[in-house]
């Protein structure tokens, strides 16, 4: 929905000569974001506990993100800057809540999900190929190199997205359906007739009970509003691109959970640590040792490209209004691009990669996803207040059906969070480790916004 009727800031144009994002990229960027290899497992895990039932909490989960991306495009068009929720929210409803959203929501989630990532991808090179691979090195390199590449401008960025995110499609495609029209073994059919395929939960309304692990097949396709400077036509490509991602990763779960449903037992689904892995395994035999590199290998560099791409930029906008050390603002002086923050959170990946194990950052990583959702919330939050105190406010995308996508996406992120502990053990590890962090980086932003910027905490930013 196109408003040219409001005052303020003139559409953004991206600056000339300068490298730009073209709209099947940022396909790449919604999509490559979100299929990792922890979605995968999720979306097995999940049609392995609910069957059918799993896909009506899929298509409830879809449209929350719906949500997400309608109020994230109207945000992003009115302040178009790589800062983004942080911009939005000082402008909403002040610097505190600016901060501990895009710290505790986008920069302690890539500091502990991809280090997880990476481990994911060591224990798939060592299962599929033992003691030929030295551990952690295979990562290592993959990381440094993209990381490496990004600083090298976007570009080379667009081109790496595309290449990883085709790959990966193609190839959790090619399982699904594969699996999908080649007749099973009879053995292996006896052993996955366990799957549930009737629609009992969803008439029941049980379903709503998996729509908490199906939301995480559908979050990140806001990686791309921080590359907005980057973007050709963004009033009309943003807001398209989200959507149509969304879309696009509902089809090719949906494919990949009926492939499984053929050839994994509900056993299988739930307990392995890899059942992608066994999938391939089951439709392909040894043959199919490439096609689960590929899918592991470029689900993961395609979240490492997009999060080294995005949330620098994320960290550089903070610098540019106050709210980070001024160093995260600077810029390659060939490439334009904030090698600062990118270097930063490489080294902030790194680390935690060599130091702990699989078991030990789990929990960590659950929490720190949890407090992901509240960044949702207080983006949902930022425009509603938008709307009331600048209605006169330039808005090139208007969200439809306001206040409903709101208002649905706050309690749909809240029950989301109340329920993102996968076991009854682990509960209370896990929102312990959220009140932890969401803990110290409060603490951390009220320093900074009452003493470094001397500013209220709850004071919004009234200028445009």
């Not at 049609?47 to 896909?55: R, W, Y």
């Not at 440094?144 to 570009?155: E, P, Q, V």
């Not at 949330?311 to 995260?328: C, E, H, K, T, Y």
């Not at 502990?421 to 009452?450: C, D, H, N, Q, R």
Request: proline share 7%; net charge neutral.
């Amino acid at each position: 929905m196109v408003d040219t009727t409001k005052v303020g800031p003139m559409p953004l144009t991206t600056t000339p000569g300068r490298p730009t994002i073209g709209f099947k990229t940022m396909i790449a960027i919604c999509v490559g974001c979100v299929v990792v290899q922890g979605s995968m497992a999720s979306a097995l895990l999940g049609f392995g506990l609910g069957g059918l039932s799993f896909l009506a909490a899929m298509l409830v989960a879809a449209l929350l993100a719906v949500c997400n991306a309608m109020t994230f495009s109207e945000l992003s068009l009115m302040y178009p800057q790589s800062g983004t929720l942080a911009t939005y929210t000082q402008k909403a409803i002040g610097h505190f809540p600016a901060i501990v959203s895009v710290f505790a929501g986008y920069v302690v989630v890539a500091i502990f999900a991809l280090p997880a990532e990476l481990l994911l991808v060591d224990a798939l090179l060592q299962t599929l190929f033992p003691e030929i691979l030295p551990p952690h090195l295979v990562p290592i390199a993959l990381l440094l190199s993209i990381a490496l590449l990004n600083i090298f401008g976007t570009d080379v960025f667009a081109k790496l997205q595309n290449v990883f995110t085709f790959a990966m499609v193609v190839a959790i495609s090619l399982v699904g359906l594969v699996a999908l029209l080649q007749p099973p073994s009879p053995e292996v059919s006896q052993a996955a007739a366990g799957i549930d395929w009737g629609v009992e939960g969803i008439v029941d309304g049980s379903f709503i009970g998996l729509v908490a692990l199906s939301m995480w097949l559908f979050l990140g396709c806001e990686f791309i509003c921080p590359l907005i400077e980057d973007i050709r036509q963004p009033e009309k490509r943003i807001p398209r691109a989200m959507i149509l991602s969304i879309g696009i990763l509902f089809v090719l779960f949906t494919l990949f959970c009926f492939g499984a449903g053929r050839y994994l037992s509900i056993d299988t689904m739930v307990t392995s640590p890899l059942p992608y892995v066994d999938l391939v395994d089951g439709v392909f035999g040894r043959s199919g040792l490439i096609i689960v590199t590929v899918m592991g290998i470029t689900a993961t560099c395609s979240t490492l490209n997009t999060v080294l791409a995005a949330v620098p930029r994320m960290l550089s906008g903070m610098a540019d209004n106050g709210q980070a050390f001024s160093i995260m603002s600077k810029r390659h002086s060939r490439y334009n691009t904030p090698w600062v923050g990118i270097v930063f959170l490489t080294l902030c990946v790194l680390i935690p990669f060599l130091l702990v194990s699989p078991n030990q950052i789990i929990s960590l990583v659950i929490a720190a996803a949890t407090s992901w959702l509240l960044a949702y919330i207080v983006a949902h939050i930022d425009l509603m207040v938008l709307r009331r105190r600048r209605p006169e406010h330039r808005r090139p995308y208007r969200a439809p059906f306001y206040p409903f996508p709101q208002i649905f996406g706050i309690i749909g992120m809240a029950y989301v969070a109340a329920n993102a502990s996968p076991s009854p053990e682990m509960t209370a590890l896990i929102y312990t480790l959220l009140g932890v962090v969401l803990g110290i980086v409060s603490l951390t932003a009220f320093v900074w916004v009452k003493f470094k910027m001397k500013k209220g905490l709850f004071e919004p930013d009234l200028s445009d």
